[in-house]
């Protein structure tokens, strides 16, 4: 197996691979790296070198990355975004950030749970600063158990074996329709099988919410007609209240929108739509990370809202 001199890919011409993947051109990335194009072209050179591979093919239209050239630029970026993770924990160091603690939580939790509370930390433990990623929740545990998260936030559903996890929330998830809807009618809470002849939409691929709709819609042997896939709540709102499907979505988020956008909501007769909300850290996480998901969790940031009356 070939070893490489890491000590020659130096960040600028990192950078430069980079930019000549987003630009195609050679000229453009030496301006992105402050470089004239000659330094420019002599760099791309000596980090092919050192590799042994081409990164790139040259034509006279431009530069396309070859094979090695896009697994360069994919650990290029990563390497580039660390530094600059980096680069800002010591600038926060120096400004009395003693510690950066990096979450990772699905939109369920984000909305509407978790901006009070890291406000609340915030205040609490202003020595330490925590960094939000948004994810389904797949993609959550997936990033808790990589290491690129500290604590995680998601809907249960995916295995956290070797996990350490607590309860953070409970939440309901409610049929939501436009105002004008046959199903807005109804006065009884609704069966989710009885819905699926409408257009849905969903969150993207990974979403908790979109794979229980998925398994119950194929335990009656029906399909899920999933018109389209959205990345927030906010959107899937937007579009149920433009007439184009019906939703599935978490209760306490839906009701801030109902009035503006006009929608309607039904409860689900499914047993289902009542969800758990776990939060959790490795097994190895220290006091720190240990002590944070701990506040997450803790029981008087687990009281229950008021209820809500149906609209």
Not at 10 to 17: E, G, P, Q
Request: glycine residues 4%; charged residues 20%.
């Amino acid at each position: 197996m070939p070893t490489y001199n890491l000590a020659r890919f130096d960040l600028v011409s990192i950078r430069l691979a980079v930019a000549c993947v987003q630009t195609g051109s050679l000229s453009a990335a030496a301006r992105e790296a402050n470089l004239a194009l000659a330094a420019a072209s002599r760099r791309l050179r000596e980090l092919e070198s050192a590799l042994g591979d081409a990164l790139f093919e040259r034509h006279a239209r431009g530069l396309t990355p070859t094979a090695a050239g896009r697994v360069f630029v994919k650990h290029g970026l990563t390497l580039l975004q660390t530094m600059a993770q980096l680069g800002s924990e010591l600038a926060d160091q120096r400004q009395g950030v003693a510690r950066h603690i990096r979450l990772c939580a699905s939109t369920a939790a984000i909305n509407p749970f978790l901006p009070p509370l890291l406000a609340r930390y915030a205040q609490q433990q202003p020595q330490i600063r925590v960094d939000l990623e948004e994810q389904v929740s797949e993609a959550v545990v997936t990033t808790l158990r990589e290491g690129r998260a500290d604590v995680a936030v998601f809907v249960e559903g995916p295995d956290t074996q070797g996990l350490t996890m607590q309860l953070f929330r409970a939440d309901e998830l409610v049929l939501v329709l436009p105002a004008d809807h046959r199903l807005a009618t109804f006065q009884n809470p609704v069966a989710f099988a009885d819905t699926l002849d409408e257009d849905w939409i969903s969150l993207t691929t990974g979403a908790a919410m979109l794979q229980q709709q998925q398994q119950a819609a194929l335990a009656v042997h029906k399909p899920l007609r999933l018109r389209m896939q959205v990345r927030s709540f906010d959107a899937v709102c937007h579009l149920v209240a433009a007439g184009l499907g019906v939703a599935l979505l978490p209760r306490d988020a839906v009701l801030p929108m109902v009035n503006t956008l006009k929608l309607s909501w039904r409860p689900l007769t499914d047993a289902w739509a009542q969800r758990r909300l776990l939060v959790g850290c490795t097994a190895m996480a220290d006091v720190a990370v240990a002590t944070f998901a701990q506040f997450l969790a803790e029981p008087s940031q687990n009281a229950k809202a008021s209820p809500h009356k149906q609209q």
